[in-house]
């Protein structure tokens, strides 16, 4: 599902189910030595999923460690995004000569928890989803926004290296393009993201696809 968010230069694996047959690499173990065996089978399926996408652009499987706040360190060249919820897991990774940045999340298409969304949202953006309940009764708007920073905040960190919370973001939803805008309301590289999302067999699953300014893609 998540490969309708992304353009072809991204390659992109997900899975509803965890994978018996996955096995973490050097130094992953290390990482989730004391995890539960939930975390443990998440943590180890996104994974699979990553180094499956990676696959397919040809790069051969290897560790992927984690660095700052959790970030995901990708083998030289790669730029990538992991994501997981309950039953749902998923990597998206490109080269990074073509590619700047992507951030992907997937979310149960759900109601957030009690109090969640006055610490997640803006007032303009709840005053902007209860106009988007009213015509489309049927998607959970506030767990869409919720994904929809996570999302954010994937491409924001590995570019800054710096924290961005939630109400530094404001975004709007386009329902009848599936797409939505994140104005960033703090100095950085970009004021403005752009990304895609969907509604499906349960979940709901967002992506920001970040392209290279002009002249300004890695060289190998």
């Known amino acids: 599902m998540i490969e309708r968010l992304l353009p072809p230069t991204i390659q992109s694996r997900h899975s509803l189910e965890d994978k018996p047959e996955s096995t973490l690499l050097p130094g992953e173990e290390d990482l989730i030595a004391n995890a539960v065996p939930k975390r443990r089978a998440e943590f180890t399926t996104a994974r699979w999923c990553a180094r499956e996408a990676m696959g397919k652009?040809?790069?051969?499987?290897?560790?992927?460690?984690?660095?700052?706040?959790?970030?995901?360190?990708?083998?030289?060249?790669?730029?990538?995004?992991?994501t997981h919820c309950l039953g749902f897991r998923a990597a998206a990774v490109a080269l990074s000569t073509d590619i700047a940045g992507v951030g992907i999340d997937a979310e149960v298409h759900d109601k957030l928890p009690e109090g969640v969304l006055d610490l997640v949202s803006l007032p303009s953006e709840r005053t902007h989803l209860a106009q988007l309940s009213?015509?489309?009764?049927?998607?959970?708007?506030e767990r869409l926004l919720f994904s929809a920073k996570e999302s954010v905040y994937k491409v924001w960190f590995p570019q800054t290296g710096e924290w961005?919370?939630?109400?530094?973001?404001?975004?709007?939803?386009?329902?009848?393009?599936?797409t939505f805008t994140a104005a960033l309301l703090r100095n950085g590289p970009f004021k403005t993201l752009h990304g895609k999302f969907l509604v499906e067999d349960g979940f709901v699953l967002t992506a920001i696809v970040l392209e290279h300014a002009p002249g300004q893609a890695d060289r190998p």
Do not use: C, K, N, Q
């Open 164 to 178: 961005l919370g939630f109400e530094e973001a404001a975004l709007t939803f386009s329902p009848e393009s599936g």
């Open 134 to 141: 009213a015509g489309w009764p049927d998607v959970w708007w």
């Open 57 to 82: 652009l040809g790069v051969a499987p290897a560790p992927i460690l984690r660095g700052e706040r959790g970030a995901p360190i990708w083998p030289t060249g790669i730029v990538g995004s992991m």
